[in-house]
């Protein structure tokens, strides 16, 4: 009978063991509001045909033309430059 004791012990920590984890807590990220990549100051741009532009050394933009494929990150520094086919200057929005 000694034999059957420790099991006996054992079994609620077997048990305890294979009990599932609770889920992870969701983690809200809000996301920066206004002007965080400095859009505004070419809003003046827009329904322009190819405007010339004088961006800072380090600012991060991307240029592209309505319909285009472009990747979906969200970069609130990053400012975006949306032309349509003719190359108007259609929008200029941070992200």
């Given at each position: 009978m000694?034999?059957?004791?420790?099991?006996i012990l054992l079994a609620p920590l077997l048990l305890v063991a294979c009990a599932p984890t609770p889920p992870s807590p969701v983690v809200v990220v809000e996301l920066p509001a206004g002007d965080s990549?400095?859009?505004?100051r070419y809003q003046s741009l827009i329904g322009q045909t190819g405007p010339a532009l004088m961006l800072p050394g380090d600012a991060v933009y991307r240029v592209f033309?309505?319909?285009?494929p472009v990747t979906s990150d969200f970069?609130?520094?990053?400012?975006?430059?949306?032309?349509?086919k003719r190359g108007k200057l259609l929008h200029v929005t941070c992200g």
């Open positions: 000694k034999p059957v004791l420790p099991a990549c400095g859009a505004s033309k309505t319909g285009d970069n609130a520094a990053r400012l975006n430059f949306e032309t349509d």
